[in-house]
T-cell receptor, first 114, second 115 residues
Framework: NAGVTQTPKFRVLKTGQSMTLLCAQD?????MYWYRQDPGMGLRLIHY???????AKGEVPDGYNVSRLKKQNFLLGLESAAPSQTSVYFC?????????????FGDGTRLSIL | DAKTTQPPSMDCAEGRAANLPCNHS???????VYWYRQIHSQGPQYIIH???NNETNEMASLIITEDRKSSTLILPHATLRDTAVYYC????????????????FGKGTKLTVNP
């Protein structure tokens, strides 16, 4: 039972570099989400997807892009990393819409931008 | 978003029941109460949720008052591994596209289970 798997777990980048964070889920969930967590600020939604081939912006989408080419994978890209993007990134998935559908999270990717 | 109020910290002895309260006086009729926890450096872990009836699963029990303005998460036999920050969430905001939702985490309750 892998659930939601995020890779890599840790990464250090230099300002201006690019990278992609991968989220994979094996629960056949329709919805997937990317959050970031900063000290004292809780989780903030970056982008989300309501199905294969769809994406939408969340609260803090600037500087990030996403793709959902396969139902089980949701990729988060940083085209030109900035120090303000230093954070812990969490991916989540849920079966579908509605108040009765809990989200399940991965263990996070810790990203430092120097 | 409905506001939740939780005590910032609580202590519990190992093997005893941990009762974590949450006030949500502005909850509306179709909003569920969700509980998550976050153990240091790990992702938020779903625990339980409910609408108006009490709920129980392998991890915990959820007691919701009849007026739905407050709830209590009960860990029946707390262990050291239950030390974590516990979040009570009652507003899962519907986003416009696709009818999806986001979770709004507050500051939660830091539960420390002592040996």
């Amino acid at each position: 039972n892998a659930g939601v798997t995020q890779t890599p777990k840790f990464r250090v980048l230099k300002t201006g570099q690019s990278m992609t964070l991968l989220c994979a889920q094996d629960m056949n969930h329709e919805y997937m989400y990317w959050y970031r967590q900063d000290p004292g600020m809780g989780l903030r939604l970056i982008h989300y997807s309501v199905g294969e081939g769809t994406t939408a912006k969340g609260e803090v989408p600037d500087g990030y892009n996403v793709s959902r080419l396969k139902k089980q994978n949701f990729l988060l890209g940083l085209e030109s990393a900035a120090p303000s993007q230093t954070s812990v990134y969490f991916c989540a998935s849920s079966p579908g819409q509605g108040f009765n559908q809990p989200q399940h999270f991965g263990d996070g990717t810790r990203l430092s931008i120097l | 978003d409905a506001k939740t109020t939780q005590p910032p910290s609580m202590d519990c002895a190992e093997g005893r029941a941990a009762n974590l309260p949450c006030n949500h006086s502005t909850i509306s009729g179709n909003e569920y109460v969700y509980w998550y926890r976050q153990i240091h450096s790990q992702g938020p872990q779903y625990i339980i949720h409910g609408l108006k009836n009490n709920e129980t699963n392998e991890m915990a029990s959820l007691i919701i008052t009849e007026d739905r303005k407050s709830s209590t998460l009960i860990l029946p036999h707390a262990t050291l591994r239950d030390t974590a920050v516990y979040y009570c969430i009652v507003r899962v905001a519907l986003l416009t596209q696709g009818g999806s939702e986001k979770l709004v985490f507050g500051k939660g309750t830091k539960l420390t289970v002592n040996p």
